[in-house]
């Protein structure tokens, strides 16, 4: 396999399998795709790079697979951040258990949920799967949750 053109810089962009999103879609009823394209967004309502979604305020039920690149990690800070406005937030990230961003905003987040993805995705229209592995992650604000659901 190729892999020059996946660990590229150029190429940060990872199109979600539509399979998976349907499926989180059936649990989690999106309402905004906050790092899309007109290609291929996930929702009616999204935000492309010309609209910047990091600078947005996120509200609602988010999806969010953002750029794999370097700023990956404002993309789970802006997450975390969110979630105390009420959203949801639900990523598709790769699993890098290793990183700063996934030790700050998720790991030992008492609102993160994770969820390993078993094997390899394959993105978009791709032949080959993809050469890192991915999880879910959801961020909820918990408190309000039990509040609304007691």
């Not at 150029?10 to 906050?34: G, I």
């Not at 290793?98 to 609102?111: S, V």
Request: charged content about 25%; proline content about 5%; some cysteine.
């Amino acid at each position: 396999m190729n892999t020059t053109v996946l660990f590229s810089p150029k190429n940060d962009d990872w199109e979600t399998p539509q399979k998976l999103f349907d499926e989180l879609n059936k649990e989690f009823r999106f309402t905004l795709d906050v790092a899309a394209c007109t290609e291929n967004a996930k929702c009616i309502n999204y935000y492309t790079k010309e609209i910047d979604g990091l600078s947005q305020k996120w509200e609602g039920v988010i999806w969010c697979n953002p750029p794999y690149g370097r700023k990956i990690g404002e993309w789970v800070k802006k997450a975390y951040l969110s979630v105390s406005t009420k959203c949801t937030v639900v990523m598709l990230l790769p699993a890098r258990t290793d990183t700063k961003w996934f030790h700050d905003y998720i790991y030992k987040n008492k609102q993160a949920e994770i969820r390993f993805i078993r094997g390899r995705l394959k993105f978009g229209q791709a032949k080959n799967a993809a050469p890192f592995p991915s999880m879910i992650v959801i961020l909820k604000d918990t408190s309000y949750y039990k509040q609304t659901n007691e």
